[in-house]
């Protein structure tokens, strides 16, 4: 990997802006939060999971999707952050024990076990170099079991171009197929608008993957 590559991957800023994001913002001034993860639970649905089966939601941060998980009944949930401070405002929310909580950069992070659900409804648009994206799916390929399935929402084509002061990339349904091409197959992708506290509305493109076998 060339310096050039590493500094893709990771800048060094991005979790202190993350950090001071959710410090001096409370849930009703960003503009990704909602009540109900109405999307992410419908997906979630139709992947047939079992109440033990191990879900992990990348770029979790202070999402309710974890409450609504648990008040479901699943028991083996894992939250992965880069935002220390997200994860914190989660676990004072979420008391459960049963909950794993991991702090990190998903480019650089090697998963320790499989799982047979990755929801991400925050993290993959800000990836915008060709190294970030290779890494996240490199990730996601080798911790998601075959047979498994991948829930990831990213801002639609027109959606916005910038989030949080940062730049985005903007996806279609069949773009987020073709990238995860080699390792997934494509079983649902739909438009859905996202309203936002203020009321603002911005279209999300999801897609429902299932890990193909090796």
């Not at 979630?44 to 879900?55: E, F, N, T």
């Not at 676990?91 to 459960?96: A, F, G, P």
């Not at 911790?143 to 959606?159: K, N, R």
């Not at 739909?190 to 936002?196: F, I, L, N, V």
Request: include cysteine; hydrophobic fraction near 40%; aromatic fraction near 10%.
């Amino acid at each position: 990997m060339t310096s050039n590559e590493a500094n893709d991957l990771h800048v060094p800023a991005t979790s202190a802006l993350w950090d001071g994001t959710y410090a001096s913002k409370d849930a009703s001034q960003r503009s990704w939060s909602e009540d109900e993860p109405e999307a992410s639970l419908y997906f979630i649905d139709k992947s047939h999971q079992v109440p033990s089966a191990p879900i992990i939601d990348v770029g979790g941060g202070a999402s309710r999707l974890v409450d609504h998980l648990l008040a479901r009944g699943y028991s083996d949930v894992t939250v992965l952050d880069i935002s220390a401070a997200a994860i914190d405002e989660a676990r004072r929310r979420v008391t459960d024990e049963s909950v794993h909580w991991i702090v990190a950069d998903v480019t650089l992070w090697t998963p320790t076990r499989s799982y047979a659900l990755w929801h991400d409804r925050a993290t993959f648009h800000f990836l915008t170099s060709a190294a970030g994206q290779t890494a996240y799916v490199t990730a996601a390929t080798s911790a998601i079991d075959a047979g498994g399935h991948l829930v990831l929402a990213t801002f639609a084509p027109s959606g916005p171009a910038t989030c949080s002061g940062l730049a985005v990339q903007r996806w279609s349904g069949a773009e987020l197929a073709e990238i995860f091409g080699d390792g997934f197959s494509l079983v649902e992708t739909t438009t859905r608008d996202h309203a936002t506290p203020w009321g603002s509305v911005q279209p999300f493109t999801w897609v429902l993957l299932e890990r193909r076998a090796d």
